[in-house]
């Protein structure tokens, strides 16, 4: 089974930029598709896009052309790039596949 890692959150104001990481160990190889969650205070956790191994992506649409996701194989890491920020996007984000469990998450916070 898999273990992924998420990290690079933090407080930043509206239209500012965040990228956070998802860290596979032992590998990345082998995983066909990376997502992310998102948990705002309050509410259910709810999709934020995906990649698969041939670099096919997908976003939800709160997100599509803000968000932008990327995947290093050498690094064994999913990227999600956070740009034009909002206060609605304040959440612990998480990283998710179907062989890892889900993990600790790391906080985004978007001050107005």
């Known amino acids: 089974q898999v273990q992924l890692v998420e990290s690079g959150g933090g407080l930043v104001r509206a239209g500012g930029s965040l990228r956070l990481s998802c860290a596979a160990s032992?590998?990345?190889?082998?995983?066909?598709?990376i997502a992310w969650y998102r948990r705002a205070p309050g509410k259910q956790r709810d999709f934020v896009a995906s990649?698969?191994?041939?670099?096919?992506?997908l976003y939800a649409g709160s997100v599509r052309g803000r968000f932008t996701l990327s995947r290093n194989n050498a690094e064994n890491t999913v990227y999600l790039q956070m740009n034009s920020l909002k206060p609605e996007d304040t959440a612990v984000y998480y990283c998710k596949a179907t062989t890892s469990d889900w993990g600790q998450g790391t906080q985004v916070t978007v001050s107005s």
């Open positions: 990649i698969t191994s041939g670099g096919t992506t």
């Open positions: 032992p590998s990345i190889f082998g995983i066909n598709t």
